[in-house]
């Protein structure tokens, strides 16, 4: 018995370091240590044997099942990596061939196409394009903008405020705690640094490194703390400013004419509605003719145009001459004297958003679908 154990042993470890695939060893192993596989059976025949030779065969048995079960696990381990280098060599990736099948290049962002037509547009007509800091200072944000101290946009609900870097003080000096509510200091002390609320603080700040005439236009990220379908926290505008003399309202009606002709079609007219902002006086809302209903408020069938809800005209922008109070905020130096006179020069602005423009002109329900990447909104648009 014990020289029949000691064949099996070597035929097995034999056979198990020829075989070549996965498969072969399986069926070794089945071999020589299934069920019904001699080594297996002669275990089982253990307790039949002499008392005398119980021990000794038992204890060669199962050294032999011991040796084979770990040749096994030992070989079935290599023959797996020889697989898997032969898989990873037949698969081997050729970064520098082309896609299978070609993927496209990409595109534009549609937000980042029409900001890109815009900014076109107002090339064609002389404008200049500038971008500025979107961490502001209240004195650009509000003050040098004409908002009155108790402008319900300086509130806290209404604007992002930013805590300033904290200075590197003594160990000996702990930092005063801040109160959530107490004003935030800032550099110029005034009562804090804010996300900009629009892109119309880049209007003194333009003017100021640049003398009249100027003929501007402000692309850029702007931040409100709102989030609904039609609001975002985070938006996009345009601002346009010229400065210039004898510039009236009719000139910036002109304008906003070439650019509402330009995205919306050759037949659109535009209309200014009295309005207010701090900066701008007069101030205008602008509303460009339906391109739905062609300004009728109906369509053919006689139902109500659903673009304009019935009006006839869109809403687009607000605009109007810059509020002669907004030129003092721009100081007098060798470089732009004799200053923004208003007595000299006069000028108009303007400000929209780039999501309300793609919302109008591609049929967009909700303005936050522009950021949640999805790729059957995206791909429409090339």
Known sequence: ??????????????????????????????????????????????????????????????????????????????????????VLEADRLDVTLPGAPPQPVGRLHLLSATRRELEDI??????????????????????????????????????????????????????????????????????????????????????????????????????R?????????????????AVDEDITLADLKGTLLVFARAVFGDEREVRLRPHFFPFTEPSVEVDVSCFSCQGKGFMRDGSRCTVCKGE???????????????YSYVPTTERNAPGYDPEQVQGFAWGMGIERIAMLRHGVPDLRLYYDNDLRLLEQFG
């Open 1 to 86: 018995m014990i020289e029949r154990i000691a064949q099996l042993r070597a035929q097995g470890e034999s056979e198990i370091a020829a075989a070549g695939t996965l498969e072969a060893l399986e069926q070794l192993r089945v071999g020589y240590l299934g069920r019904k596989a001699e080594l297996p059976q002669i275990l089982r025949g253990v307790a039949k044997l002499e008392t005398a030779d119980r021990a000794t065969v038992g204890q060669a048995a199962n050294e032999a099942r011991d040796a084979l079960q770990q040749l096994i696990e030992q070989r079935e381990a290599e023959l797996s990596a020889a697989q898997l280098r032969g």
């Open 122 to 223: 107002f090339i064609g007509l002389g404008f200049t394009v500038m971008e500025g800091p979107e961490v502001e200072t209240v004195h650009y944000n509000f003050d040098a903008l004409n908002h009155a101290p108790t402008h319900p946009a300086r509130a806290r609900t209404d604007t992002f405020y930013v805590a300033p870097p904290e200075r590197s003080e003594p160990a000996s000096r702990p930092s005063p705690q801040r109160s959530p509510a107490a004003p935030l200091p800032s550099p110029d002390g005034g009562a804090g640094l804010v996300l900009r609320t629009h892109t119309s603080p880049m209007q003194v700040r333009a003017m100021e490194a640049n003398p009249p005439p100027l003929y501007v236009v402000i692309p850029g990220r702007a931040y």
């Open 225 to 241: 703390p709102d989030s609904d379908a039609t609001h975002t926290p985070q938006f996009h505008q345009i601002e346009g400013l």
């Open 312 to 326: 006839g005209w869109l809403e687009v922008l607000g605009a109007g001459e810059v509020d002669p109070n907004v």
